[in-house]
């Protein structure tokens, strides 16, 4: 049996909207790092899996997309990008890489660097 490439399986666990599914992904001693938020990191699944719940709750039509990446042993370097409807009815769009380490098929540590993109300025 082929295991499926961590990339991809976080970004079907993502469209599935199931955070338990998300959380599978990572391992149980998984390290976020936040480096332009470093209040937001963290250490452990089950915080991925809090954190993916209020996000599907915030934007329940939520859709994920890889939009390049790269690969380095353990190491993989993807661009994401996220749509969805926020609770007021406006769009939201997330973008920014993410770089993980890997270890036995899930996700062991990242740099989260995925933000909100604000609208175009007006004028």
Do not use: K
């Not at 809090?50 to 859709?63: I, K, M, Q, S, V």
């Amino acid at each position: 049996m082929t295991m499926q490439d961590p990339v991809e399986r976080l970004r079907d666990a993502i469209n599935s909207h199931d955070p338990r599914q998300v959380a599978d992904c990572f391992t149980a001693d998984y390290r976020c790092e936040v480096p332009h938020r470093p209040a937001e990191s963290f250490v452990g699944s089950d915080r991925v899996a809090d954190n993916w719940a209020a996000l599907f709750e915030r934007l329940p039509d939520l859709n994920a997309r890889v939009i390049r990446r790269a690969a380095g042993g353990a190491e993989l370097w993807s661009e994401w990008e996220m749509t969805g409807t926020g609770p007021a009815g406006a769009p939201a769009l997330l973008c920014g890489p993410v770089i993980m380490s890997t270890r036995d098929g899930r996700i062991a540590s990242t740099r989260f660097y995925l933000a909100p993109v604000a609208g175009p300025a007006a004028g």
